[in-house]
């Protein structure tokens, strides 16, 4: 059987798009569109250079899939729709929100609004990667004022099908070594220096100086340029095997994100064993699922309170166990690459 030809389109390479490549070449023909979009002052030449790029990949795909909605999602979905090609946008967080407060989303910029506006409207469908990235609304964080966020919120005209698919994750890529080989008292959490305190870094050095004989690791960045307490440590970028280490060398994972599409580090590490403690946020409780704690509010003193409680839990082991479980069962990559496919092959909605 003849493989279907489609064009990926993304503005960067995160692990879970290139995981989306990767899944997609299973059963398509993919070819990649890329521009370097985060050097700004050069997006209207990126502009005008991809036009003809999507032009000349008319003729030979039957499919596009941008991965967020941009700039670059404008040409693929308009060209795509003139010219009776299914587009299908695959919508990650930062695509749906306008957060001022935290300097985050798209939204928040009036001509990336427009332009995210445009595909939004003219896509074959959206495909966020949870039912949050719709419509959610923030009592988390008491800093931010723009609490109702999500594709619905900022664009209620918007009639186009939306299809929740949620990111899969290849548990051997994030293997569990036991409980007992984790050292006691060791918490991780993933973010890069602009996520600081959009993913609660600032909570995290303010609870690490509150428990000074816990050991706290932050993976993705360098240490800030303000003091930080001598038990939190800063790892760096470290590439996927390394940071697996890490999650196998710590008992808990905090993810406290004011806002989170998905939360794939969060995935990553329950499938290491880490016992999670995340925010009351976007899909941030589903994936916990009872298989960790959650925290209310952005509240150190709260925090404080949620870690005696986890580091008391009797069967630790145990929740450790259930975790991994919990995210091999409803979150693993075949799923989520059967329902692409089916769509993609089918143009309905997914099994």
Avoid at 59 to 73: A, C, K, L, M, P
Avoid at 203 to 212: H, N, Y
Wanted: contains cysteine; hydrophobic residues 40%.
């Amino acid at each position: 059987m003849k493989k279907m030809k489609v064009l990926f389109v993304a503005p960067f390479f995160p692990s879970f798009v290139l995981s989306d490549i990767q899944i997609l070449r299973e059963k398509f023909i993919v070819y990649v569109n890329h521009y370097p979009w985060q050097h700004k002052y050069l997006a209207p030449l990126f502009f005008f250079l991809q036009f003809f790029s999507i032009l000349i990949n008319l003729i030979r795909v039957e499919s596009f899939v941008i991965s967020f909605g941009g700039y670059w999602s404008v040409w693929p979905v308009l060209l795509g729709k003139l010219f009776g090609k299914k587009t299908c946008i695959i919508l990650h967080g930062t695509d749906c929100a306008s957060i001022p407060e935290l300097n985050y989303g798209s939204l928040r910029l009036p001509l990336l609004k427009k332009a995210c506006l445009i595909s939004y409207r003219h896509a074959s469908c959206l495909l966020p990667v949870s039912e949050s990235l719709t419509r959610t609304y923030l009592e988390f964080d008491p800093e931010i004022q723009h609490k109702s966020q999500g594709i619905q919120e900022h664009f209620p005209a918007i009639n186009t099908r939306i299809i929740p698919i949620y990111n899969g994750f290849d548990p051997e890529l994030w293997p569990f070594e036991g409980f007992e080989k984790k050292p006691a008292g060791t918490f991780i959490a993933v973010m890069s220096s602009p996520q600081y305190q959009l993913k609660g870094g600032d909570l995290i050095e303010e609870i690490a100086k509150m428990f000074p004989n816990l050991d706290f690791k932050i993976a993705g960045m360098d240490a800030p340029g303000n003091s930080c307490p001598a038990n939190l440590h800063f790892l760096g970028k470290i590439p996927q095997y390394k940071l697996s280490e890490e999650y196998r060398n710590c008992r808990y994972y905090l993810q406290l994100s004011s806002f989170e599409g998905f939360g794939c580090a969060l995935a990553e590490a329950m499938l290491s064993g880490c016992i999670p403690i995340g925010s009351s946020v976007n899909h941030i409780p589903s994936i916990i699922a009872g298989y960790g704690l959650i925290l209310a509010k952005k509240d150190k003193h709260l925090l404080q309170k949620v870690i005696k409680q986890l580091i008391a839990l009797d069967q630790p082991e145990e929740m450790s166990r259930k975790a991994r479980q919990h995210i091999i069962k409803n979150y693993p990559l075949s799923l989520r690459k059967e329902k692409l496919s089916h769509l993609l092959n089918y143009h309905e909605e997914p099994i």
